[in-house]
């Protein structure tokens, strides 16, 4: 028996979506397969912004013919659209023919939605308020070996005025330290050579107490395990990010010396108004301080644009905080209503002519930056972490410590492995190079 699962969204999901499939192996589906050929076929929904919702309903849609033609296909639909309030009966209404409908605080429930339907007609459905146990006691199936993933937190508290994912991940849930640095440390053993920490808002670990240790403890724990490997954290809140934790990344060579800090604006009156609780002075002054203890530090971002008031000179407020902090890559997103959360609601909803010229003109700048920082790599030498072979361009592929693509071209495998190279042209956001061994 196959399975075939479908993802949306974030790191969160993707790796939430290993969890689904090492259910779907216990259930007794032994392989990933295309979408015809699969015996169970998940969606792991994302609801962040509308295109994302889009998307999942057109891709849930699509599958009636296959349903029709195969009868014994499971079709199961999770994660936070789910989870949105009265999307599940939306879900059952416009797409009959899905059997099992979970929210992400079932995810661990899904071998036991599985056999529920097993033995009934009607589809089975369950959304629960609140996750019951931070430990979901999944091995997942790792798809992105040499890297892993490891949750150290769930949910989310801050209710920025634009966002779902409060309602649909709940309040925030540490998991244990040390069961935090025991999976590190068996995947270490694996061979794993790059581990990313999740959670929502990882500088708030440990506030609901469970953690036993606070995020800059964690981290440098983590980091004093042997081997070589390289530590990644994400994401952080600049309300949040603290001293200790630049001190901490600072005294760990294995800690990728990249900080992905969400900024969402450049201008005060915006920020207040989507409850970011900073300021875009504080935010620069953390920026330095990061820089005074750790010099080559990268800063990457997330960016909306068109919240509801923001004038162009508040938009060209964010245009000039990139051109001062020179992110070396941003995310950018246009402002997407949310239906339940408290800018939605607001007046002053910006045009959807005015959003797209803002988001083309953020988009060009972040570009031209990007470039330009990557322009810098050419004749440095940098060291990659092999992850993947190209197959269409001939060219292994892998990563810097900020982050970065690089390419090189070798006549044995080298996924795994840490790759030192010459850099001799930058393309964009990509590095090409020659493997110095
Ligand atoms: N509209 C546009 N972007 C959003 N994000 C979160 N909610 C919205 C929304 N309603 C962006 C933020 C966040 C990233 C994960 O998604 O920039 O940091
Ligand atoms: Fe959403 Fe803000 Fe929480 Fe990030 S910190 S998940 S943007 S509410």
Redesign the pocket.
């Given at each position: 028996m196959n399975y075939h699962i479908v993802t949306y969204g974030?790191q969160m999901n993707l790796h939430e979506s290993e969890k689904i499939a090492g259910i779907l192996r216990e259930k007794g589906f032994e392989s990933e397969s295309s979408l015809e050929d699969a015996d169970i076929i998940v969606f792991n929904t994302c609801c962040?912004?509308e295109n994302a919702e889009n998307h999942a309903f057109g891709n849930i849609g699509a599958l009636k013919k296959l349903k029709a033609k195969k009868k014994s296909l499971l079709i199961a639909v999770g994660g936070c659209m789910a989870q949105e309030e009265g999307k599940a009966e939306l879900i059952r209404k416009r797409f009959p023919f899905v059997d099992i409908v979970f929210g992400t605080h079932n995810l661990p429930s899904l071998g036991d939605l599985i056999d529920q339907k097993r033995v009934r007609r009607r589809a089975v459905v369950q959304i629960a308020e609140a996750r019951e146990c931070v430990e979901d006691g999944v091995t997942p199936v790792r798809t992105s070996y040499p890297n892993a993933w490891v949750n150290i937190m769930y949910g989310c508290n801050n209710f920025?005025t634009?966002?779902?994912?409060p309602y649909v991940r709940g309040r925030e849930k540490s998991r244990k330290a040390q069961d935090i640095i025991s999976e590190v440390a068996a995947l270490l053993q694996e061979g794993y050579k790059e581990i990313t920490l999740l959670g929502q808002n990882v500088n708030s670990y440990n506030s609901d107490g469970q953690g036993g240790m606070s995020f800059p403890e964690l981290l440098d724990a983590v980091a004093s395990l042997d081997g070589k490997f390289r530590l990644r954290f994400m994401?952080s809140h600049p309300k949040d990010f603290t001293e200790e934790v630049a001190v901490v990344m600072a005294r760990h060579k294995k800690i990728s010396p990249h900080l992905h800090l969400?900024v969402?604006s450049g201008n005060n009156r915006i920020l207040s108004l989507m409850n970011r609780r900073y300021t875009r002075e504080k935010y620069l002054a953390e920026i330095e301080m990061l820089k005074k203890h750790l010099p080559d530090c990268e800063v990457t971002t997330?960016?909306?644009v068109g919240f509801p008031t923001e004038t162009e000179s508040e938009f060209e407020d964010t245009l000039r905080l990139v051109e001062e902090v020179g992110f070396s890559s941003a995310?950018t997103?246009?402002?997407?209503?949310?239906t339940g959360?408290k800018?939605a609601s607001m007046e002053g909803q910006i045009p959807e002519e005015v959003q797209k010229s803002r988001i083309i003109r953020l988009v060009d700048l972040v570009n031209r930056k990007t470039r330009e920082k990557s322009a810098e790599y050419v004749g440095r030498t940098v060291e990659i972490l092999c992850e993947d072979y190209d197959e269409k361009k001939g060219y292994y592929l892998g990563r810097d410590a900020y982050g970065r693509m690089g390419y090189f071209q070798s006549e044995k495998n080298r996924i795994g492995e840490f790759i030192t190279l010459k850099i001799t042209k930058a393309n964009g956001i990509s590095l090409y190079g020659e493997a110095q061994d």
């Open positions: 974030c962040i912004r920025c634009y966002c779902i994912v994401t969400p969402q997330d960016l909306i995310f997103f246009v402002y997407s209503p949310r959360t800018a």
